[in-house]
């Protein structure tokens, strides 16, 4: 049964983030099972107009998020009459913004059922953008927000078992489904090491670390720093990369001088994800990771699907995707422990060598075909209210979690 998919989100390539990777992958992987999807997303100024597939919605700034839009809702409501027409078999929301609303109000009129994708873990991420009211406010805020959102809508889909288990903590009931992004490991391969060290002047002996994500507060990457004070100790050269643009640049510019780190801090912004995104994961000799709030964290995949030995906590959803691998070091949620696991991979090269070895076998359990064919499934038992039993729940430890039924659902 091929099916057509309309995608609602606040966010969307070519802003970076983890939302837009999901949305990017699923909509590929999805293409090529012979579904097809429609996806409505803010118009940014650098964003092409004739995208294929994606209705380019007026937006406006989001403020103290210069990176973020604001959809017009009239807009989209204009839509309404041209998408009736499209055969539609469900709405897919990926955002709680004005793409839930929205989205859920065209599902209604559409007489179509509407998922929703829980990517962020808001009630550690909204007191980074309005630091004006108490953090118990705004994560009281936050719960109660996923509560009326999650209740308006037919199934949820969640990255990680862990984000799953604090919504129902929350209160939350309805059908969930722990559902991964997978990683287009075609698309992970190769990258060149040696060239990126030389566009950025590094030397080629010299250690570096790689961190790769948006540069926001909630990616706590004022710990890798912290910890960065205490592997210099004992690693004088070392060299830590980071990639990306957000928020907390300025922030993380302003620390990384107070700590006397000016040296062992490069920042080389966004990357091209075909060329030179690839190339920095390479030029690695470890990639450093300690965010307290994924409900995935994708980028450790992409990491270890390209050989790059890792080092990173396991908290919330980044439990998950280090469950029994063999190509990371699991390191301490503390700064001095943290530190400690650094040392060790920079200091040893049989293990570094032994970890990028393994790396892409972790990987490779996390396909995006796989996760395409899942998520496929969960939508044809919605649209036809039959339930696939061949539908098999997350990858790695979550096969065995308890709070999982047979089909996946929970």
Request: charged residues 20%; aromatic residues 6%; contains cysteine.
């Amino acid at each position: 049964m091929a099916l057509r998919i309309l995608m609602i989100s606040d966010v969307s390539f070519p802003r970076v983030n983890g939302v837009s990777t999901s949305i990017a992958t699923f909509r590929q992987s999805l293409a090529e099972l012979g579904h097809e999807s429609t996806l409505i997303a803010p118009a940014y100024p650098a964003a092409a107009d004739n995208e294929p597939g994606v209705l380019r919605v007026p937006s406006r700034g989001v403020p103290r998020d210069p990176e973020d839009r604001f959809m017009s809702r009239r807009h989209i409501e204009r839509l309404q009459p041209s998408l009736a027409s499209g055969g539609y078999d469900v709405v897919h929301i990926h955002t709680p913004f004005v793409a839930h609303y929205a989205g859920v109000a065209l599902a209604r009129r559409l007489r179509v059922p509407v998922v929703e994708t829980y990517h962020t873990f808001f009630e550690e991420y909204l007191h980074h953008y309005v630091p004006f009211l108490p953090k118990a406010l705004t994560r009281r805020l936050a719960r109660r927000m996923s509560v009326s959102q999650c209740a308006a809508v037919d199934a949820l889909v969640v990255p990680s078992r862990q984000m799953l288990e604090r919504l129902r903590g929350y209160g939350i009931t309805g059908r969930a489904e722990v559902l991964p992004t997978g990683v287009d490991l075609a698309r992970f391969r190769g990258g060149d090491g040696q060239a990126f060290r030389r566009q950025h002047q590094i030397p080629a002996s010299r250690p570096v670390l790689v961190h790769i994500s948006r540069v926001a507060h909630e990616k706590n990457i004022d710990f890798i720093l912290r910890a960065l004070v205490t592997v210099r100790q004992d690693v004088p050269d070392v060299l830590l990369v980071i990639a990306g643009e957000g928020p907390a640049l300025g922030h993380l510019q302003q620390l990384t001088a107070r700590l006397g780190l000016v040296p062992n801090v490069q920042f080389v912004g966004y990357l091209d994800r075909a060329s030179t995104l690839l190339d920095c994961y390479r030029a690695g000799d470890a990639f450093v990771f300690a965010s307290r709030t994924e409900t995935q964290g994708l980028v450790l995949l992409e990491a270890l699907a390209l050989g790059v030995p890792v080092v990173s906590t396991a908290v919330m959803g980044t439990v998950d995707v280090l469950a029994g691998v063999q190509g990371a070091v699991v390191a301490p949620d503390e700064v001095g422990g943290f530190a400690a696991s650094v040392v060790r991979v920079l200091k040893d090269p049989e293990l570094r060598a032994r970890l990028a070895l393994a790396a892409p076998a972790d990987a490779a359990g996390w396909s995006a075909a796989a996760m395409a064919d899942r998520l496929a499934a969960l939508y044809r038992s919605l649209a036809t209210g039959v339930v696939d039993t061949g539908y098999s729940p997350s990858p790695s430890s979550a096969l065995t979690d308890p709070i999982c039924r047979p089909n996946g659902s929970v």
